[in-house]
């Protein structure tokens, strides 16, 4: 079978591939989503399963106060002595942007983790810190039996190279210390930033592969290779081994940030991550995803793209309903930050809904009740009926399309003066200096209220309607989709994910008031 791209749909960011026997496992980046981590595997590159979020405690990861956009970036899956290792950063401050010629001083907080499990859907052990100097963190395990870390150099300091290179330290694998002396060995080409190295060896050489570019339209995949482990490393050369930055009518765009595997036939592919713009807007809703490709390896030595390549086009729509009837979340669902989920849902204080406590504001960094999956296609359609009773206008609960703090539509029960209840809709859109749009606001069926949003690609409509009434009532107003992208945003603002649709609820006053979700209906068209 010939795999379909992108291989894994929606936002799946920065692919880590590895093989295990038959096994094929895929870890990607999930910022400020928790759990940590997604881990999808695969017995033939073409189907793949999530079976692993494993960053999923406080002593793994506490991403509360993170801004949008950092948290987990780029996590590496390796195996070596029947152990899964997991490396992984948590970034906790962005700092200055680093594009459109940014000036002055760009301090950031990233600190580079290591975790390990022998399954790898079992319980990882709590995390190891182990440097904080760059992002992007790998491992690579020599054949001699050592382990190196590396990572990409920070250089905050004025008009200096932001990315400043690979680095490389040995790494103690049984207590995560590390060793001797930090060295650079690759400073990267004339694209820069940079980012995401994975080293291998092959007949005697050390190829390091690493992500160049900026993760935008100019992202490639570049090449280098040494006969030692510090180098020097000669650059691929035909230049990046993969990219889409003189191709803009390709369908995957932003491809870079690869990692390499063997197949047990002795075949090497490329995960890596790509785009898919709308026609239209020429927007990345649907953030970053994972794709894959077969490759080559030359009489030369060099490594390259191989024909066929995998396809790309659809798949079969996604149509999944859940009733939150059993005690855990659903796979598709993740939430914002923190460790302590039980502050902002339980699933069974009343049994056969989702009960999400009202927290902080919908922007908030820290405790916000805001549960969501990702969509995967450009047109999906979803329901869910809430039971929610505000007592005032600070409490809120609802129906939510959202990207980040800075732009989303969320449609929501409140209440007025009076304490009628009330639906409205609120967008936050990264236009302009920022702006927040409130519709006016309709009498809200008396009763639990079934809540829809319907997306076609740019447009996003909302409606309402009583619990087992037969029409819904849309609002008149046509949202923009589109702003939920990568490419929609305030200058200077990171933005790496992509959009989730879910469930959301508030309380300002800090009572705790709960909404009740009976229902989440995903469906794909």
Not at 118 to 146: C, I, K, M, Q, Y
Not at 378 to 403: I, K, M, N, S, W
């Amino acid at each position: 079978m010939t795999p379909i791209n992108p291989i894994l749909r929606g936002f799946n960011p920065d692919p880590s591939i590895v093989r295990v026997g038959e096994d094929y496992y895929i870890a990607t980046s999930t910022f400020e989503w928790y759990p940590g981590v997604q881990i999808h595997h695969s017995r033939d590159l073409v189907n793949w399963t999530l079976v692993a979020r494993p960053l999923n405690r406080a002593s793994q990861l506490d991403m509360r106060g993170n801004p949008d956009g950092c948290g987990v970036w780029a996590p590496d899956l390796s195996h070596k002595d029947g152990r899964f290792h997991l490396i992984f950063t948590d970034v906790k401050r962005y700092g200055r942007t680093t594009v459109d010629g940014a000036k002055g001083a760009s301090l950031r907080d990233f600190h580079n983790y290591w975790v390990s499990c022998d399954r790898v859907d079992g319980e990882w052990t709590d995390a190891v810190h182990l440097n904080s100097s760059g992002f992007d963190p790998a491992l690579f395990h020599d054949d001699d039996g050592r382990s190196w870390l590396l990572n990409m150099l920070w250089d905050h300091r004025p008009d200096r190279k932001r990315f400043a290179g690979i680095v490389i330290q040995q790494m103690d694998l049984s207590s995560g210390r590390l060793l001797g002396e930090r060295r650079l060995i690759f400073a990267g080409t004339e694209l820069g930033f940079t980012e995401g190295p994975h080293l291998y060896k092959r007949d005697g050489w050390y190829h390091l592969l690493v992500a160049e570019g900026g993760t935008e339209r100019g992202h490639a995949v570049v090449m280098a290779r040494s006969r030692t482990l510090f180098g020097p490393y000669e650059v691929h050369p035909d230049g990046p081994v993969l990219t889409a930055r003189h191709d803009p009518a390709a369908p995957l765009q932003r491809t870079g940030h690869g990692d390499l595997v063997e197949t047990p036939e002795g075949e090497t592919w490329m995960a890596y991550l790509c785009g898919r713009p709308l026609p239209g807007s020429d927007r990345c809703v649907l953030g970053r995803e994972t794709a894959i490709r077969r490759m080559r390896w030359d009489a030369d030595g060099w490594l390259r793209c191989a024909e066929p390549d995998a396809e790309v086009g659809a798949v079969a729509a996604v149509n999944e309903c859940d009733w939150f009837d059993g005690p855990i979340l659903p796979p598709a669902f993740q939430w914002l930050r923190t460790p302590e989920p039980d502050r902002l849902f339980s699933l069974t204080e009343r049994p056969g809904h989702l009960r999400l406590y009202g927290r902080d504001t919908i922007g908030s960094h820290f405790e916000q009740a805001l549960v969501a999956r990702r969509p995967t296609a450009f047109r999906y359609d979803v329901t869910t009926l809430v039971a929610f009773e505000p007592e005032h206008f600070q409490q809120a609960a609802g129906l939510v399309c959202y990207y980040n703090s800075t732009k989303y539509h969320y449609l929501h029960i409140t209440a007025g003066d009076e304490g009628e209840k009330l639906i409205q809709l609120l967008s936050v859109l990264p236009t302009g200096e920022g702006q927040s749009l409130i519709t006016p606001p309709l009498v809200a069926p008396a009763g639990p209220v079934e809540l829809r949003a319907s997306v076609d690609h740019e447009t996003l409509r909302f409606a309402f309607r009583a619990e087992g009434a037969e029409e819904w009532q849309w609002l008149p107003e046509t949202c923009d989709a589109s702003l939920l992208s990568d490419e929609a945003t305030l200058a200077g603002l990171p933005n790496f994910t992509g959009t989730f649709v879910g469930m959301a609820c508030q309380d300002m006053a800090g009572t705790g008031h709960p909404a009740d979700f009976r229902y989440f209906h995903y469906r794909e068209e």
